[in-house]
């Protein structure tokens, strides 16, 4: 609890000089992001040791997992943010939460992480579709997606169905009641000739 304190801290300073997250949102931080963020740690699997959020923006939900999932042996979440102020941002917010984190300041489409990871998440930040389209590549046969999701989470499915294969589970989220945690797995492309590895 210290840490996310720590953290709070740092994003109410840097939201002054930068617009880390919407304004109207300051009042409900707590609900709005960190839990939110925060309930993905404990949908994580076990064996979960890589974590690969992409779109970080002001560490929702990587950085927040990070900082729960510290005392998890090798874990270690990269953090993949374009913007720059951002990734200043989470780089300084890592120093002091002392989050097993690192921060990769590229676009999504270039990173490539050494192994698959075990879980691929991402908050805020596209459509199902397009967050499968930009992730493929990287997910390994036990990596596990984690999505937060608002209202449209059953037509997000449906159309990412019409280009990729999938098992899922919606779950119910725990800080917004018209909000649905995607938690996919076993990624394939519908096309055989695009297959996921």
């Known amino acids: 609890m210290d840490r996310l304190l720590a953290f709070e801290a740092l994003l109410l300073k840097w939201q002054g000089k930068i617009n880390l997250i919407s304004p109207n949102t300051l009042n409900s931080l707590w609900n709005r992001h960190i839990l939110d963020s925060a309930q993905l740690a404990g949908l994580a699997p076990a064996y979960a040791r890589t974590w690969v959020d992409i779109g970080s923006g002001a560490g929702f939900p990587g950085l927040v997992v990070a900082i729960l999932l510290r005392e998890r042996a090798e874990f270690r979440a990269f953090l993949v943010e374009s913007d720059q102020r951002k990734g200043a941002f989470l780089s300084e917010a890592i120093r002091v939460t002392g989050a097993r984190a690192e921060v990769h300041m590229v676009r999504i489409e270039d990173f490539v992480p050494e192994t698959p990871p075990d879980v691929v998440s991402a908050r805020a930040l596209a ?5 499968l389209a930009w992730t493929s590549s990287f ?4 990596t596990i997606g984690l999505f937060p999701k608002g209202r449209t989470a059953a037509e997000e499915l449906t159309q990412a169905a019409k280009d990729w294969i999938f098992e899922h589970e919606a779950i119910a989220s725990q ?4 909000g649905t945690v995607l938690k996919l797995w076993g990624l394939n492309h519908a096309n055989p000739r695009h297959a996921n590895r």
């Open 139 to 142: 997910w390994g046969k036990d």
């Open 175 to 178: 800080s917004d009641p018209s």
């Open 127 to 131: 459509p199902l579709g397009q967050i």
